[in-house]
C-alpha cells in the first residue's frame, strides 16, 4: 500500500505520558520504522520504543585507549627515543612525569570521540529530513511530542495506521511528504 | 520574593517558580534573543566593554612592536601581571565546568538555570587566559613552538616541564568545554531555528542546530554523550589547575615550593569562579527578569560554595604560613615573614580581607538570600583572588635566596591596560553571547518541570 511520496505519518500528543502510552501500543502492534520527537530527552520512552541501548561508551573507550597509549608513547618517543636527554643520570623513560599529559590526551581524545560519535551515529549534520516538511513539527522543540511511523514500515497502511494512531489519543495526525 | 506569609518549612526555595509549562519556558528564554527589543543597558555595557577591548588591542600591538619590556617584569620578578591574570583567568573557568559537569553527575536540579553562562563564562576566561602566557612569550608568532610536531631543528618540548603539562591542559580544557558547551546548545540552537522570525535568524541558528530534531534515537545517544563528557571533565577540571598549581610548586623556590598547592589552588579557582559565577547571574536575572529561572534558592546555593571554598583557601593560608614558620627553613620563613610585612604586605592583608573576611558574611542566610549583599561580596572575592595570585607571583618573586638578587615590580600602564583590556575581551564575548544565544538551557529547563515525568499507568 506504499505510495511514493509519502514518507511516513506523524502523530502528535500533548505530553511524555500520552507519548509514552501509544509508543508502548504501537510497538506491540509490530510496527517498527517508529521513531518519536520530543522536546527534551524523555525517560522511559527508549524503552516503549525498543531503542538498544547504543555503542557509544564503547567508542569513548577506545578513544581513551587511543589517547592514553598515544599521549604516553609521544612522550616516551621524544624524551627517550629520538632526543634522548640525559639529566643527571635520571631515567629516560621518567614515567612519573609523563603521566599529566598522557591523562590530558586521554581526556582529549575520549572527549573528541563522545562528540564527533555521537553526531555520526545520529547522523548529524542533516540539513533536510521530510519531517520538516510538517509545519507543526516546529513545535517538536517547544512543548509538542510527536511518534513518527515511517511507510517503509512493513505493516504501514495509510488509513490503518492513521486510525490507530488516532485511537491511541493523538491530537492530529499528519501525512509527511518526502 | 518575601516568604512571612507562608510558614516556615524545611523544605528549600523552588529551583523554578511555580506556574511555568514546556512553552512558557521556551517563549521567555528564546524571547530574550528573538524578539525582545535590544535594550539600553546592554548597548551602553557592549559599547563600554567594546571600548575595553579596544584598550586590549592597542596594548596588544604596543607589545608586539615594543616587546615585554613596556611591562614592569624583570629580574627576579620575570612573570609579574600576565601569570597574574593567567591564574585568574583560569581559576574563573572552573566553576563553569564544576556546575555544568560535577553539579550534573551529582543530578543537582538547580544548576540547568545557571548552566549555560557559567559554561560561557568558563569559555571566555579561558580565552583570556590563554591570552597571557602567549604574550608573556615575547615573541607570540613562535606559538606552535609549544607543540609537539616533527620540525626541522629536530627538538621536542621538554614534555617533564610543568609548563609544557600547562599547554596541554589547558588546551585540553578549552577544547573539552567548548565542546560541551556546543552540544549542550544544539537542541537550543533548534528551538531558535523553529521559532525565529527572520531568514537570517533560522539560516544561522539552523545551521548551528546541524538538523537537530528531537529523535528519541538521538536523545539517546545525546544522553550518553553528555553524561561521558560530563565525566571526563570532572577530573580534567581538576587536574587543570593542578598542573598551573605545579607551575609553582615545582620550582625551589621560597613561598611556591610547597605541596598545598595543588588542592589550595584548585579551592582558590572554584571560590573566585562561583564568585564571578554570581558576579555575572545576578545582574542578568535582574535586568532580564530571570527571577523566575534564577531563584533565591540558587543564590543561596552559589553564597554556600563560595563560603566553603573560601574557608578552604583559608586554610591554605593558614598552612601555608604555618609551613613557611614549621620548616624552619630561613629562606620560607623569611618569604613568609615578608609576606606579611615586606614592601606587598598591604595586598596580602587586602587579600586576607577580601578572601577571609568578607566571605563569613554568608553565615547569615539574610546576606545569602539579599541579591546586593551577595553581589558585593562576590566582587570582593573576585578583587580578593586576583590580589592572591599578585601575591603568590610576585612577593614569592621578589625575595628569592639570595638578597643580591633581590628587586621590586611596578606594573606600568601597560601592565594595567592589557588586564583591563583583558576584562574588555571577555565582557564583549559575554555581552554578545546573552545577546545571540539562550543564556539559559531551555531543554533542561523543561526537564525540571513536573509535567516532564512519564507518569506510571495506574
Request: hydrophobic share 50%; proline share 2%.
Given at each position: 500500500m506504499k505510495r511514493p511520496g509519502l514518507w511516513g505519518l506523524l502523530a502528535e500528543f500533548d505530553g511524555p505520558t500520552a507519548?509514552?502510552?501509544?509508543?508502548?501500543?504501537?510497538?506491540?502492534?509490530?510496527?517498527?520504522?517508529?521513531?518519536?520527537?520530543?522536546?527534551?530527552?524523555?525517560?522511559?520512552?527508549?524503552?516503549?520504543?525498543?531503542?538498544?541501548?547504543?555503542?557509544?561508551?564503547?567508542?569513548?573507550l577506545a578513544g581513551g585507549i587511543v589517547g592514553c597509549v598515544g599521549g604516553y608513547f609521544m612522550q616516551w618517543y621524544a624524551m627517550g627515543v629520538d632526543y634522548p636527554f640525559n639529566v643527571g643520570g635520571r631515567p629516560l623513560n621518567s614515567w612519573p612525569m609523563f603521566i599529566p599529559i598522557t591523562f590530558e590526551v586521554t581526556v582529549l581524545v575520549a572527549g573528541l570521540t563522545a562528540v564527533i560519535g555521537m553526531l555520526a551515529l545520529n547522523g548529524l549534520p542533516m540539513p533536510y529530513h521530510p519531517l520538516f516538511n510538517v509545519p507543526r513539527f516546529a513545535l517538536a522543540t517547544r512543548d509538542r511530542f510527536f511518534l513518527a511511523i515511517e511507510a517503509?514500515?512493513?505493516?504501514?497502511?495509510?488509513?490503518?495506521?492513521?486510525?490507530?494512531?488516532?485511537?491511541?489519543?493523538?491530537?492530529?495526525?499528519?501525512?509527511?511528504?518526502? | 520574593m518575601s516568604t512571612a506569609d507562608t510558614p516556615r518549612t524545611s523544605a528549600p526555595a523552588p529551583v523554578i517558580e511555580p506556574g511555568h509549562t514546556f512553552a512558557s519556558i521556551t517563549d521567555k528564554i528564546s524571547a530574550i534573543?528573538?524578539?525582545?527589543?535590544?535594550?539600553?543597558?546592554?548597548?551602553?555595557?557592549?559599547?563600554?566593554?567594546?571600548?575595553?577591548?579596544?584598550?586590549?588591542?592597542?596594548?596588544?600591538?604596543?607589545?608586539?612592536?615594543?616587546?615585554?619590556?613596556?611591562?614592569?617584569?624583570?629580574?627576579p620578578v620575570g612573570w609579574g601581571f600576565a601569570i597574574t591574570n593567567f591564574v585568574w583567568w583560569i581559576g574563573i573557568g572552573h566553576a563553569g565546568t564544576l556546575i555544568s559537569a560535577i553539579l550534573l553527575?551529582?543530578?543537582?536540579?538547580?544548576?540547568?538555570s545557571i548552566n549555560r553562562f557559567a559554561e560561557a563564562m568558563t569559555i571566555f576566561a579561558v580565552m583570556c587566559a590563554g591570552l597571557f602566557p602567549l604574550l608573556h612569550m615575547g615573541r607570540p608568532w613562535f606559538f606552535y613552538w609549544l607543540m609537539p610536531y616533527p620540525n626541522t631543528m629536530g627538538l621536542w618540548p621538554q614534555f617533564r616541564s610543568p609548563l609544557v603539562w600547562d599547554v596541554f591542559a589547558v588546551a585540553t580544557y578549552f577544547t573539552i568545554s567548548l565542546m560541551f558547551w556546543y552540544i549542550g546548545l544544539i537542541p537550543d540552537f533548534a528551538t531558535l531555528r523553529d521559532r525565529?522570525?527572520?531568514?537570517?535568524?533560522?539560516?544561522?541558528?539552523?545551521?548551528?542546530?546541524?538538523?537537530?530534531?528531537?529523535?528519541?534515537?538521538?536523545?539517546?545517544?545525546?544522553?550518553?554523550?553528555?553524561?561521558?563528557?560530563?565525566?571526563?571533565?570532572?577530573p580534567l577540571v581538576v587536574s587543570v589547575h593542578t598542573v598551573v598549581s605545579c607551575d609553582f610548586a615545582v620550582t625551589q623556590l621560597p613561598g611556591w615550593h610547597s605541596t598545598i598547592f595543588p588542592p589550595y589552588f584548585v579551592a582558590g579557582a572554584i571560590f573566585s569562579g562561583f564568585a564571578m559565577v554570581t558576579t555575572l547571574a545576578i545582574p542578568l536575572r535582574a535586568i532580564y527578569g530571570l527571577e523566575d529561572f534564577i531563584t533565591e534558592r540558587h543564590l543561596e546555593n552559589m553564597a554556600k560554595i563560595i563560603l566553603v571554598t573560601g574557608l578552604i583557601v583559608t586554610y591554605g593560608y593558614m598552612m601555608e604560613a604555618f609551613m613557611g614558620w614549621y620548616s624552619a627553613n630561613p629562606y620560607e620563613r623569611y618569604v613568609q615573614w615578608d609576606r606579611l610585612v615586606g614592601a606587598y604586605g598591604p595586598a596580602y592583608w587586602a587579600l586576607i580581607l577580601c578572601n577571609v573576611v568578607t566571605p563569613q558574611v554568608l553565615w547569615m542566610k539574610r546576606a545569602r538570600c539579599n541579591p546586593v549583599v551577595l553581589f558585593v561580596v562576590a566582587?570582593?572575592?573576585?578583587?580578593?583572588?586576583?590580589?592572591?595570585?599578585?601575591?603568590?607571583?610576585?612577593?614569592?618573586?621578589?625575595?628569592?635566596?639570595?638578597p643580591s638578587s633581590w628587586g621590586m615590580y611596578y606594573p606600568t600602564i601597560w601592565d594595567w591596560a592589557t588586564f583591563a583590556g583583558s576584562l574588555g575581551l571577555f565582557l564583549t564575548l559575554f555581552f554578545l553571547f546573552i545577546r545571540f544565544m539562550p543564556m539559559i538551557s531551555i531543554f533542561e529547563m523543561r526537564t525540571i518541570l513536573p509535567e516532564a515525568e512519564v507518569k506510571e499507568p495506574a
Open positions: 507519548l509514552v502510552e501509544a509508543a508502548a501500543h504501537v510497538r506491540d502492534r509490530g510496527y517498527t520504522r517508529v521513531d518519536a520527537y520530543t522536546p527534551f530527552p524523555v525517560e522511559t520512552l527508549d524503552e516503549a520504543l525498543g531503542v538498544r541501548r547504543n555503542v557509544l561508551p564503547f567508542l569513548v517503509r514500515d512493513p505493516r504501514f497502511d495509510r488509513r490503518q495506521t492513521a486510525d490507530f494512531l488516532r485511537s491511541l489519543g493523538a491530537r492530529e495526525v499528519s501525512e509527511v511528504g518526502r | 534573543v528573538l524578539t525582545r527589543r535590544t535594550t539600553l543597558a546592554w548597548l551602553i555595557g557592549f559599547a563600554l566593554s567594546a571600548s575595553l577591548l579596544g584598550v586590549l588591542i592597542v596594548s596588544i600591538t604596543w607589545l608586539l612592536v615594543a616587546g615585554v619590556g613596556i611591562w614592569g617584569i624583570n629580574i553527575l551529582l543530578r543537582q536540579e538547580w544548576r540547568q525565529s522570525q527572520s531568514r537570517a535568524g533560522r539560516v544561522a541558528y539552523g545551521t548551528l542546530a546541524m538538523g537537530w530534531r528531537g529523535s528519541a534515537r538521538h536523545w539517546q545517544r545525546y544522553e550518553t554523550a553528555y553524561l561521558l563528557l560530563a565525566g571526563l571533565a570532572t566582587l570582593i572575592v573576585n578583587v580578593g583572588m586576583w590580589l592572591e595570585r599578585f601575591v603568590i607571583v610576585v612577593q614569592s618573586l621578589h625575595r628569592d635566596f639570595l
